[in-house]
């Protein structure tokens, strides 16, 4: 059984760095073809891709982004970590975690998601 | 506002079919397959279609999907209660380099 659960503070202040953690279970990110995302979600607004690893160490970053993340993983113990450099309040949203297909570019299973607040 | 335009709102009676459009561009739907999701607040987001037209396992048959030039369609015959949920489309697009999701339509079971 595939899970995937998100964890990492509710609050941070602006220009402070968010770290969130994805811990999974079920797959290995050392297995050929398996990647993990993470999109967030701000409040009333759409889905947004932000960042994915894959099994062999390359990484993916939204453009307009790529100054802030970072996603190491660490196979071993089955996580993936989200960093986010100077938050700011429209930051605030909820972050998910998500195992991508082993072709393409969709999710197969998503964590419930860690909300984030983004206030001083 | 979304690269991807869904209708905000569709609804329908138990029993009855509903249609969700995606309307996209060359860079992402003109060249790439689309996914579709359902969110329940509160819940993790769930693949109901994935690569245009493809059921994952344990999905229902009543849902389906569809693309066409610039544009995807996600189907749902047979409407139950259970589907009142938001449904968002995505799609890899080139010029990006990044998923794009749909602004999201939420399925009111009348």
């Known amino acids: 059984q595939v899970t995937l659960r998100e964890s990492g503070p509710a609050l941070v202040k602006p220009t402070q760095t968010l770290t969130l953690t994805c811990s999974f279970s079920g797959f290995s990110l050392s297995s050929s073809g398996v990647s993990v995302s993470w999109i967030r979600q701000p409040p009333g607004k759409a889905l947004e891709w932000l960042a994915r690893i894959d099994w062999d160490g390359d990484f993916y970053y939204k453009t307009s982004l790529k100054t802030r993340l970072s996603i190491p993983k660490d196979t071993s113990k089955n996580q993936v970590v989200l960093t986010m450099t100077n938050m700011d309040p429209v930051d605030t949203a909820t972050y998910y975690c998500?195992?991508?297909?082993?072709?393409?570019?969709?999710?197969?299973?998503w964590g419930q998601g860690s909300l984030v607040i983004v206030s001083s | 506002q979304s690269v991807l335009t869904q209708p905000p709102s569709a609804s329908g009676t138990p029993g009855q079919g509903v249609t969700i459009s995606c309307s996209g561009s060359n860079s992402n739907i003109g060249g790439n397959t689309v996914n579709w999701y359902q969110y329940l607040p509160g819940a993790a987001p769930k693949l109901v279609i994935k690569s245009d037209y493809q059921r994952p396992s344990g999905v229902p048959g009543r849902f389906s999907g569809s693309r066409s030039g610039t544009s995807a369609s996600l189907a749902i015959s047979g409407l139950q209660a259970e589907d009142e949920a938001d449904y968002y489309c995505a799609v890899y697009d080139d010029s990006l380099r990044a998923v794009l999701f749909g602004g999201g339509t939420k399925l009111t079971v009348l």
């Open positions: 998500a195992r991508g297909q082993s072709t393409g570019w969709g999710f197969d299973y």
